[in-house]
């Protein structure tokens, strides 16, 4: 989602076209809904902006569905999330979400084609569909432990099917992600946008590399305004946003020094 911050330049894996970027008008809808196939419960978010950052509004009461690749719906539920509050005096922020659990299914099938459909309460239909990227997970306990200020990180992976790229995501105490195509050179020194290092020294740092699809990945990968509209690549019918998945290829921890 678009909470995750990946406003990343990278290589591409496949070629893919450029969509013509899109403007939002005076009352626009924005969807983030990624498919996240390592997990059976999905959360998606429904906005609305009338362009300006601080517009955003949650919306309330849309019916949001999703079609399975056998035909099944299942409905998200509409829940708050509370965020506690940081600091003393200030409010706790209540944001609506919605939820779909994809157990009574079997979770996500590797591959398959998923629909989505949201209708607001004031009649507006989003329309969207991707389909996950096969990978074949693997997972290595601990990497050799790692010197930010000497050493470079080099991983390398198989490609899966139906990728469009791959996102090489680092967290400790913030998060670094960059998109790559099956093999990525991480220097040590290296910084996320907001100037705080890849690698936090001290810690144990965790790196998840996915496969993400040709939806996912040409909306987080431009450096893009979502409430303006400048510089998106959007997929969705009567939205913008993403309606995307993305499927585990590796998981590592890197004990960082």
């Keep these: 989602m678009r909470t995750r911050s990946i406003l990343c330049a990278g290589l591409l894996a496949t070629a893919c076209v450029d969509q013509t970027p899109v403007t939002p008008t005076a009352n626009s809808v924005i969807v983030l809904a990624v498919i996240d196939a390592s997990v059976n419960d999905q959360t998606f978010i429904v906005q609305t902006t009338t362009g300006a950052e601080n517009q955003q ?5 849309a019916r949001v569905t999703i079609t399975t690749p056998d035909g099944r719906t299942i ?3 509409e829940v708050p999330d509370t965020i506690p509050p940081r600091f003393t005096g200030d409010a706790r922020v209540i944001n609506t979400r919605y939820r779909a659990s994809f157990a009574s299914v079997g979770g996500i099938a590797l591959g398959g ?3 989505l459909h949201v209708v607001l ?3 507006r239909e989003v329309h969207g569909a991707t389909t996950v990227p096969v990978s074949a997970t693997t997972t290595s306990p601990r990497l050799p432990d790692f010197d930010r200020r000497h050493d470079t990180l080099s991983l390398a992976w198989p490609p899966a099917r139906g990728a469009a790229a791959y996102e090489v995501f680092i967290s400790a105490q913030t998060t670094f992600n960059v998109f790559s195509d099956t093999a990525i050179v991480i220097p040590g020194l290296a910084e996320n946008e907001d100037g705080n290092p890849a690698f936090w020294p001290g810690l ?3 790196i998840v590399v996915n496969a993400v699809d040709a939806n996912y990945y040409d909306y987080y990968r431009r450096t893009s305004d979502i409430f303006s509209g400048r510089g998106l690549i959007n997929h969705l019918d009567g939205a913008i946003g993403v309606f995307g998945s993305i ?4 998981s590592y921890t890197l004990v960082v020094h």
């Design 204 to 206: 144990t740092n965790r």
């Design 121 to 123: 309460a004031d009649g």
């Design 75 to 77: 409905p998200a539920a």
């Design 113 to 115: 084609t998923y629909v």
């Design 247 to 250: 499927a585990p290829i590796a």
């Design 57 to 61: 509004r949650d919306v309330k009461g």
